[in-house]
């Protein structure tokens, strides 16, 4: 069993969808988790940051923790054609330790 | 971008031959990584260094080195370039500020092994 798992998809929604991302993990000891959005050819993008489990909200962004079962989310409301990218999860256990990554979902939102 | 900047951003090499990817960070942190991102694998880590000096193997260490003089360098050499090394190299930071400790990535580094 990989580390961290997330579907490649692709992710087809029209545009105003709310879109869910998810990962799961098995890794007990994780506390840092990290979403990135990659645009073709360019290098990932820090969206989201949460220590621990919980809820965090950004604008359209909304990043969910929950360690009992192992799984963290990215939600995106009112998805634009510019949130069509590839959204990579990563993690860690430590504060200097690597992230470990999942493979990413490939999102594309038409208008 | 948090200040780092990797170079070339592109290079075609031929097999055999040593090829160095060159990281630089505007802000000393600490905690600066290499990875390489290939389809059908994501990111995957090659080395990480925790300071001068100081440096460790990640996933996929075999054919590469690293070296760290000073805070803001950290260099990836491909000993002898294999086909199998053609990728896209990403380095990244990640910052020890009191309770964040987020990771940053450089734009990458198209690499091509002919």
């Known amino acids: 069993q990989k580390e961290v798992e997330q579907d490649p998809g692709p992710l087809s929604v029209p545009e105003g969808a709310i879109v869910s991302l998810n990962c799961t993990y098995s890794n007990s000891a994780f506390q840092y988790f990290m979403w990135y959005r990659q645009y073709s050819r360019k290098g990932p993008e820090l969206l989201m940051y949460?220590?621990?489990?919980g809820n965090k909200e950004d604008g359209r962004f909304t990043a969910q923790v929950d360690k009992s079962s192992k799984y963290i989310s990215l939600f995106i409301r009112d998805s634009q054609p510019s949130d069509s990218a590839t959204y990579l999860c990563a993690m860690s256990a430590r504060a200097g330790t690597a992230l470990i990554f999942g493979k990413g979902t490939t999102l594309s939102v038409s208008s | 971008d948090a200040g780092i900047t990797q170079s070339p951003r592109h290079k075609v090499t031929e097999t055999g031959t040593p090829v160095t990817l060159r990281c630089h960070q505007t802000?000393?942190?600490?905690?600066m990584y290499w990875y390489r991102q290939d389809p059908g694998h994501g990111l995957r880590l090659i080395h990480y260094?925790?300071?001068?000096?100081?440096?460790d193997k990640g996933e996929v260490s075999d054919g590469y080195s690293v070296s760290r003089s000073k805070t803001e360098d950290f260099l990836l050499t491909l000993e002898s370039a294999t086909s199998s090394q053609t990728s896209v190299y990403f380095c990244?930071?990640?910052?020890?500020?009191?309770?964040?400790?987020?990771?940053?990535f450089g734009q990458g580094t198209r690499l091509t092994v002919v």
């Open positions: 260094s925790y300071g001068v000096k100081d440096t």
């Open positions: 990244a930071i990640r910052t020890d500020g009191t309770g964040r400790t987020e990771a940053f």
């Open positions: 949460t220590y621990s489990s």
């Open positions: 802000e000393n942190h600490r905690y």
